[in-house]
């Protein structure tokens, strides 16, 4: 324990317990500006040691990267529910993992994954009509399940895309709010963790029967399904791993898109002066694709990912003793990285908390690692790629049919769950 490293003031016994519990997203914000580039935050049983710099970032997510491996609890909370996949995987397996995915992000691949973003974001937005007041964060929800789910599964049928959706509204909504259920064993038969348990189920049912299909029709697609499939038949993979693979592609893919996307609707919506360019760059071009430029477009998005990370912290472990900013750092300290506090820095961005797309005209302008949404280093987000794409062609669909206005409801605040997935429906008006 190092004493010297400070900490914003709290109370005995429960530490910062309340000022988190109040505004957890504003104490990261006010924690940053007032004590970075390190400090430390205790809650009760938890202690971790902020690197709220930069350059810090980059020391642990890259160039020292050695010393800090990905925090236990995240292996223990959700290890046993995806295994093999990337989130959770370490060491060899994740590494050999990591090689026989990739293959499904490639270029080549996410063009015709850019044809499916856009045909579902079509048929979605054709169900609104004149007028109509939605919740963007419902819809945005079904949208990216929906793609993730034809993406990755290949599945296209009503039924199982049910399943799929309850299946991971279930587990979504274990790990949420993050502290009661999970000091509940899994074994504990409250209702929270029947509903988790069958899910699970369910859905290693659809997985299964998934697989089954696909090995009886072979060569029907070109998904990551397909890439797995042929790992697994090389043998280099157990059909155990594959399921790994595919539920963590589906968890890790659809809420944090789905959140991004809620975002930057409702920020379009509030601020109708850059709505207004946007939609006039997407509706210039006959058609769009994933090959269609609209730098206008993804500047929003750039925006919106800094203002409202869904991933918001990102938390490792010292394995290795460490020297950062004067501060000697022990094995064993948990690191947060906190995203949301690095990201509306004013020492980094000016008038840091309002939206303007255009601050990313040169984004050469800001240090590396100033702004990580997806991370960085070899644990990046595999999906990034994928899910800018998703925005960019979603965005352009709904700015195409629709324009979005502001209802007095389009407010939300941040949820400091797994993700910082909005507390309730976010209204937007939409226009045709
Ligand atoms: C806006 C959307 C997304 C955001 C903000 C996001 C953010 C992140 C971040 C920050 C990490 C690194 C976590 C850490 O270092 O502790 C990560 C990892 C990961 N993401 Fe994403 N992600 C997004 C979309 C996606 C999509 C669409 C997919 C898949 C289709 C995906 C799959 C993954 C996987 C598998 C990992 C683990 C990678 C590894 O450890 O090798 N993500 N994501």
Same mark, same amino acid.
């Given at each position: 324990m190092n004493e010297s490293i400070p900490e914003p003031v709290g109370l005995p016994l429960l530490g910062n317990a309340l000022s988190i519990g109040r505004d957890p997203f504003g104490f990261v914000e006010d924690a940053v500006a007032d004590h970075g580039p390190v400090f430390r935050v205790s809650v009760p049983?938890?202690?971790? $040691?902020?690197?709220?710099?930069?350059?810090?970032?980059?020391?642990?997510?890259?160039?020292?990267?050695?010393?800090?491996?990905?925090?236990?609890?995240?292996?223990?909370?959700?290890?046993?529910?995806?295994?093999?996949?990337?989130?959770?995987?370490?060491?060899?397996?994740?590494?050999?993992?990591?090689?026989?995915?990739?293959?499904?992000?490639?270029?080549?691949?996410?063009?015709?994954?850019?044809?499916?973003?856009?045909?579902r974001t079509d048929g979605f937005v054709q169900?609104?009509?004149?007028?109509?007041?939605?919740?963007?964060?419902?819809?945005?929800?079904?949208?990216? +399940?929906?793609?993730?789910?034809? $993406?990755?599964?290949? $599945?296209?049928?009503?039924?199982?895309?049910?399943t799929i959706s309850r299946a991971a509204d279930a587990i979504t909504g274990r790990f949420e709010p993050l502290s009661?259920?999970?000091?509940?064993?899994?074994?504990?038969?409250?209702?929270?963790?029947?509903?988790?348990?069958?899910?699970v189920d369910d859905l290693d049912g659809?997985?299964?029967?998934?697989?089954?299909?696909?090995?009886?029709?072979?060569?029907?697609?070109?998904?990551?399904?397909?890439?797995? +499939?042929?790992?697994?038949?090389?043998?280099?993979?157990?059909?155990?791993?594959?399921?790994?693979?595919?539920?963590?592609?589906?968890?890790?893919?659809?809420?944090?898109?789905?959140?991004?996307?809620?975002?930057?609707?409702?920020?379009?919506?509030?601020?109708?002066?850059?709505?207004?360019?946007?939609?006039?760059? $997407?509706?210039?071009?006959?058609?769009?694709?994933?090959?269609?430029?609209?730098?206008?477009?993804?500047?929003?998005?750039?925006?919106?990912?800094?203002?409202?990370?869904?991933?918001?912290?990102?938390?490792?472990?010292?394995?290795?003793?460490?020297?950062?900013?004067?501060?000697?750092i022990p094995a064993g300290t948990r690191i947060c990285l906190p995203q949301w506090g690095i990201h509306r820095d004013e020492r980094l961005f000016d008038a840091p908390r309002s939206f303007r797309p255009d601050r990313w005209l040169d984004p050469d302008a800001y240090p590396d690692f100033a702004y990580f949404p997806f991370g960085g280093g070899p644990r990046a987000c595999i999906g990034r790629r994928f899910a800018l794409l998703e925005l960019r062609l979603a965005l352009a669909t709904i700015l195409r049919t629709v324009s979005l206005e502001a209802t007095p409801e389009t407010e939300w605040s941040p949820t400091p769950a797994l993700t910082s997935r909005p507390d309730g429906p976010v209204w937007v008006r939409v226009r045709s």
């Amino acid at each position: 324990m190092n004493e010297s490293i400070p900490e914003p003031v709290g109370l005995p016994l429960l530490g910062n317990a309340l000022s988190i519990g109040r505004d957890p997203f504003g104490f990261v914000e006010d924690a940053v500006a007032d004590h970075g580039p390190v400090f430390r935050v205790s809650v009760p049983g938890l202690s971790f $040691v902020c690197y709220a710099e930069p350059s810090l970032v980059e020391r642990v997510l890259v160039t020292e990267r050695d010393r800090y491996e990905k925090d236990p609890r995240e292996r223990n909370l959700l290890g046993p529910l995806l295994g093999a996949g990337l989130l959770t995987a370490r060491g060899e397996t994740w590494e050999r993992g990591r090689k026989q995915v990739q293959p499904a992000f490639y270029p080549g691949r996410l063009r015709a994954y850019g044809e499916v973003m856009l045909e579902r974001t079509d048929g979605f937005v054709q169900r609104w009509s004149d007028g109509q007041r939605v919740d963007a964060y419902e819809w945005a929800r079904g949208l990216t +399940l929906s793609i993730v789910g034809s $993406v990755v599964f290949g $599945v296209d049928g009503v039924e199982e895309m049910r399943t799929i959706s309850r299946a991971a509204d279930a587990i979504t909504g274990r790990f949420e709010p993050l502290s009661v259920t999970l000091e509940v064993p899994l074994w504990v038969p409250t209702p929270a963790n029947r509903r988790y348990r069958r899910a699970v189920d369910d859905l290693d049912g659809v997985i299964a029967d998934l697989l089954d299909r696909r090995r009886a029709s072979p060569g029907s697609g070109d998904d990551l399904c397909a890439t797995l +499939l042929a790992a697994a038949d090389d043998g280099a993979m157990s059909d155990e791993q594959v399921r790994d693979h595919l539920l963590t592609m589906l968890l890790a893919g659809h809420e944090t898109t789905a959140i991004a996307l809620t975002c930057a609707m409702a920020l379009l919506a509030t601020h109708p002066d850059e709505q207004a360019r946007v939609l006039e760059e $997407v509706r210039e071009p006959e058609t769009v694709d994933a090959g269609t430029a609209l730098p206008r477009t993804d500047r929003v998005i750039r925006e919106t990912l800094r203002l409202y990370p869904p991933t918001y912290l990102l938390f490792r472990q010292a394995i290795a003793d460490d020297e950062v900013a004067g501060y000697e750092i022990p094995a064993g300290t948990r690191i947060c990285l906190p995203q949301w506090g690095i990201h509306r820095d004013e020492r980094l961005f000016d008038a840091p908390r309002s939206f303007r797309p255009d601050r990313w005209l040169d984004p050469d302008a800001y240090p590396d690692f100033a702004y990580f949404p997806f991370g960085g280093g070899p644990r990046a987000c595999i999906g990034r790629r994928f899910a800018l794409l998703e925005l960019r062609l979603a965005l352009a669909t709904i700015l195409r049919t629709v324009s979005l206005e502001a209802t007095p409801e389009t407010e939300w605040s941040p949820t400091p769950a797994l993700t910082s997935r909005p507390d309730g429906p976010v209204w937007v008006r939409v226009r045709s």
